[in-house]
């Protein structure tokens, strides 16, 4: 029996790499390439808590989130559920693990099968990975719809007769029915009008204490972070280049690239905007040929030589706040 100080989820120097064939390139030289997706991640997610995974589209985050469910297989490093090796686990021996750890999607229209009727789509996990008589499964699929705030006989309707917010419900009753322990929120409101948000937001904060639920949750929204995390992980191309407690990383950001996403986020109060002290320049780097040193060195103001010649590793500057930076100093 797992204790409730172990972290639900640990990755440990985890790495994704998605191999280029020949023909990708015809004019490439110098042996075979790599996309260098997630390169060398470490963490842990605390129980019943949100850990927020930001950043641009391209640092990584889905592919991570991917990786730790064992959509795609690692290329290398530790991944423990419980405090059980899972990067290693067997086709066969994976019911348990996926019917303690579900996913929601970012596009509820891509995620529901069409033809398919509501009560089949949220019946699905429960028959695959579960069990059960066909009334207990009915029943089961009946408190999940209670539980997303939807009327019962939304189970006989089909995905075309529902609202782009009603569709994310059933995405999300779907993901709880078997009572999981983790949940993954791959972008859960980007698709959805504002007002919605705030409702599918409000909803997942109501879940997550009605059935204990940790929830690693991938945005590029620092907003959505904010309201939904106790944690957050900002990635830079395949690395993380800060983590700590949200409020504390969003109140004193030390990492020039969580500084510019934060002054980059929207802000409807004028006098509360956040200004950039330095211009950051730029673009992504490729995560074929990336930089050498820190990734983020091209486009960093504070960048020096050591910069150019070494990763920074991941530092604990503060209780719980750690930081990816030679220079982190010049952001106190």
């Known amino acids: 029996m797992a204790s409730e100080e172990q972290p639900i ?64 297989i690692a290329t290398s490093g530790k991944i423990l559920f419980e405090g059980a090796e899972i990067s290693r ?47 207990a499964v009915e029943e089961q699929v009946f408190q999940s719809l209670d539980a997303v705030g939807l009327p019962r006989e939304y189970a006989e309707r089909y995905p075309a007769s529902l609202s782009g917010g009603e569709k994310q419900r059933v995405a999300i009753a779907r993901a709880i029915v078997t009572h999981p322990k983790l949940v993954i929120l791959d972008e859960p409101t980007s698709a959805l009008d504002a007002s919605v948000q705030a409702q599918i937001l409000k909803l997942l904060l109501d879940l997550q204490e009605q059935y204990s639920l940790s929830y690693m949750l991938i945005t590029h929204n620092i907003a959505v972070a904010r309201y939904l995390s106790d944690f957050i992980l900002v990635m830079y191309a395949g690395n993380i280049a800060e983590y700590g407690p949200t409020k504390a990383v969003l109140a004193k950001p030390r990492h020039p690239y969580t500084i510019a996403m934060i002054a980059s986020a929207p802000e409807p109060d004028p006098w509360k905007r956040n200004l950039l002290s330095v211009e950051i320049k730029g673009e992504v780097p490729s995560a074929i040929n990336p930089p050498s040193g820190c990734k983020f060195h091209p486009r960093c103001p504070y960048a020096e030589k050591i910069c150019t010649e070494v990763n920074p590793p991941l530092e604990e500057i503060a209780p719980g706040h750690f930081v990816a930076c030679h220079f982190v100093e010049k952001t106190a």
Request: charged fraction near 30%; hydrophobic fraction near 30%.
């Open 89 to 135: 686990k067997k086709k066969s021996r994976k019911k348990e693990l996926y019917r303690n750890m579900q996913f929601v999607f970012q596009d509820p229209d891509s995620s529901l099968d069409p033809r398919a009727k509501v009560k089949v789509s949220i019946s699905e996990p429960l028959r695959g990975l579960v069990g059960g008589t066909k009334s």
């Open 9 to 72: 989820l640990q990755v440990e120097n985890l790495k994704k790499y998605f191999p280029l064939s020949e023909g990708f390139n015809p004019f490439s030289r110098g042996g075979k390439k790599n996309v260098k997706a997630v390169d060398g991640v470490s963490f842990s997610l605390p129980r019943k808590k949100t850990t927020a995974v930001v950043g641009e589209s391209g640092s990584g985050k889905t592919t991570l989130a991917r990786t730790v469910t064992l959509a795609d």
